[in-house]
Antibody
Framework: EVQLVESGGGLVQPGRSLRLSCAASGFKFDDYAMHWIRQVPGKGLEWVSG????????GYADSVKGRFTISRDNAKNSLSLQMNSLRPEDTALYYC??????????????WGQGILVTVSS | QSALTQPPSASGSPGQSVTISCTGTSSDVGDYDFVSWYQHHPGKAPKLIIY???KRPSGVPDRFSGSKSGNTASLTVSGLQADDEADFYC??????????FGGGTKLTVL
């Protein structure tokens, strides 16, 4: 069974940093692209960032480009999102998600339960 | 990266069919056959129900179907059931390793 467990969320002041982690299990982690997707409470889903299976390709939403950095450690089955210069509008539930297609990207077939990040003074 | 456009709401009676549209541009929906659809019940993790425009992941009933024409993708839910009531989101690959979501459609089963 695929399991994705996010950690590292919490309350942080504007301008500060936070690092989210996602522990993956139940599948061959290094075969799949991974993504971070967020949802502001009461609003829609927003794709934040994605990374391919070997870290050779990374992508970011314009809203976080230059502030967030995605990375993965295939040896530890772990995905991370380093979030710097946080803004109140980054407040959201952040989901770690696994792509459905081996060595490609087609959509997210497994999601974690999400971790809340609150940016406020 | 502009959000894809979905109607905010849709509805249908049990047993009926409903279609939800998702309009993008020639830089996302119109340029790639990488459109996916998600069903999201509040308080739960989103569930992938369609990927690559019209493919269903294992376990998703064939009542859910997807299509695309030009810059617009569509999700059809046939034989509506009470449990289908949820928020539905489309998503498209937008090039340069990026994805974009739609604003979401709240489906009500009357």
């Amino acid at each position: 069974e695929v399991q994705l467990v996010e950690s590292g969320g919490g309350l942080v002041q504007p301008g500060r940093s936070l690092r989210l982690s996602c522990a993956a299990s139940g599948f061959k982690f290094d075969d799949y692209a991974m993504h971070w997707i967020r949802q502001v409470p009461g609003k829609g889903l927003e794709w934040v960032s994605g990374i391919n299976w070997n870290s050779g390709s990374k992508g970011y939403a314009d809203s976080v480009k230059g502030r967030f950095t995605i990375s993965r450690d295939n040896a530890k089955n772990s995905l991370s999102l380093q979030m710097n210069s946080l803004r109140p509008e980054d407040t959201a539930l952040y989901y770690c998600a696994k792509d459905i297609t081996v060595y490609d990207t087609s959509g997210c077939d497994s999601w974690g339960q999400g971790i809340l990040v609150t940016v406020s003074s | 990266q502009s959000a894809l456009t979905q109607p905010p709401s849709a509805s249908g009676s049990p047993g009926q069919s409903v279609t939800i549209s998702c309009t993008g541009t020639s830089s996302d929906v119109g340029d790639y056959d990488f459109v996916s659809w998600y069903q999201h019940h509040p308080g739960k993790a989103p569930k992938l129900i369609i990927y690559q425009v019209n493919k269903r992941p294992s376990g998703v009933p064939d009542r859910f179907s997807g299509s695309k024409s030009g810059n617009t993708a569509s999700l059809t839910v046939s034989g509506l059931q009470a449990d289908d009531e949820a928020d539905f989101y489309c998503s498209s690959y937008a090039g340069r390793n990026t994805w974009v979501f739609g604003g979401g459609t709240k489906l009500t089963v009357l």
